[in-house]
């Protein structure tokens, strides 16, 4: 089912963010209006965000604000002079680890933040929005791989403790206001422009200058590296997937039986052992890590790893992308962007 693109507006939070950047272009370049809401904060290299909303600049059909979004009157003002009919809500304080030090920026973002998109969309009656959750919510779970329709109650950091609430704040919006939400889950995602507090950054920055670089439980850890083009892919077209609450319930659907609401994983499906992450980039490199084993740091988990039978029956989308193609992909940026 194709979304009529002709004057549709989009307002997207995070625009200057990795996947923000990467979603927003993708939608650009498909012919939607699109609105960017960004903080542009100091959590890492602002430099980075600046020149992701340049390149959206260059689009005619883009425009954009600088503000929090604990700012209400000035989001509010921003949805009344866009009247968007699609939110994507991506916006957020990131990083697991840094959860630990600043608790407070994620109550301040993800939840403060988070209600006020929210409110903002449901006083607008927006015909879809879509908001960012994480792979962290499901926790201490150790079934894998991890199900939508899995309980999730045992999140082991307030980063992933803010994302489920703002699972269950947008499931009462959905149910209170019939405002069609979908939620999607995040998993280890990776490529071209991306954060560089995230794993492929740090390896490749420290590969690159012979420093050592920091390896978790001693390297006995699995991710479901997703490539952020397949990332986005997926979240294009669960734009058009939109819940409807009347809707028959097939099996392993996460659709709410009380409101137009949906939680979708989107994730690469495979689990990749982290060294042979580090051997790939070292292959791609040419250049020998010097590991640091560590153990285990708080609030991390051993494993993560999707079931994304539900976004392939939604949208019949599988992401395609090979690990070493994506971390490629990535390197001949970072060459790139900084010159080396």
Same mark, same amino acid.
């Given at each position: ?8 507006r ?6 200057? &963010?990795?996947?923000?950047? $990467? ?5 650009l ?21 600046k020149?992701? $909303? ?7 059909n883009?425009?954009?604000?600088? &503000?929090?979004?604990?700012? !209400? =009157?000035l ?38 933040? +988070? ?18 959750? %994480?792979?962290s ?7 894998? =791989? ?8 045992? !999140?082991?950091?307030?980063y992933? @403790? +803010? ?10 919006? @959905? $149910? ?17 422009w991306g ?19 920091d390896?978790?439980n001693?390297? *006995? ?10 990332l ?27 409101a ?6 989107? &994730? ?10 580090? *051997? ?5 490199? &040419? ?9 285990? !740091? ?5 494993k993560t790893? @999707?079931?994304i ?5 939604? %949208?019949?989308? %599988? ?11 990535f390197?001949?940026w970072?060459r790139?962007?900084?010159n080396?």
């Amino acid at each position: 089912m194709e979304v009529k693109k002709k004057d549709m507006r989009i307002l997207v939070t995070g625009t200057a &963010g990795f996947i923000g950047f $990467h979603l927003s272009k993708l939608l650009l370049s498909e012919g939607f209006r699109v609105h960017g809401y960004d903080g542009v904060t100091d959590y890492y290299d602002t430099n980075l965000k600046k020149k992701r $909303h340049e390149i959206l600049s260059k689009f005619s059909n883009f425009s954009s604000t600088i &503000g929090m979004l604990e700012n !209400q =009157p000035l989001l509010d003002s921003v949805f009344d002079k866009f009247k968007p009919e699609v939110v994507v809500h991506l916006a957020a304080q990131a990083g697991v680890r840094y959860s630990l030090e600043n608790p407070r920026a994620y109550i301040d973002s993800n939840i403060v933040g +988070t209600f006020n998109v929210m409110d903002a969309a449901r006083r607008l009656d927006v015909k879809h929005l879509l908001m960012a959750s %994480t792979s962290s919510v499901y926790g201490a779970n150790d079934e894998m =791989p991890f199900n939508e329709c899995e309980k999730t109650d045992t !999140q082991l950091t307030i980063y992933a @403790a +803010t994302k489920k609430a703002n699972e269950n704040m947008a499931h009462s919006y @959905a $149910h209170l206001y019939k405002l069609p939400t979908t939620m999607f889950r995040f998993f280890t995602v990776y490529g071209p422009w991306g954060r560089p507090d995230m794993a492929l950054f740090k390896f490749t920055e420290g590969m690159l200058n012979h420093k050592p670089i920091d390896i978790y439980n001693n390297g *006995d850890m699995y991710r479901d590296f997703t490539y952020v083009a397949d990332l986005v892919r997926g979240i294009r077209l669960l734009i058009d997937a939109k819940p409807k609450q009347e809707e028959p319930v097939s099996k392993n659907d996460s659709l709410s039986s009380a409101a137009p609401y949906r939680v979708v994983n989107i &994730g690469n499906s495979k689990k990749i052992r982290l060294l042979d992450f580090i *051997d790939a980039i070292e292959s791609e490199l &040419g250049v020998k890590a010097i590991r640091n084993f560590m153990p285990m !740091q708080t609030g991390d988990v051993s494993k993560t790893w @999707a079931d994304i039978t539900l976004l392939n029956q939604l %949208t019949g989308f %599988t992401p395609q992308t090979e690990l070493h193609d994506g971390i490629k992909n990535f390197i001949d940026w970072y060459r790139e962007y900084y010159n080396v």
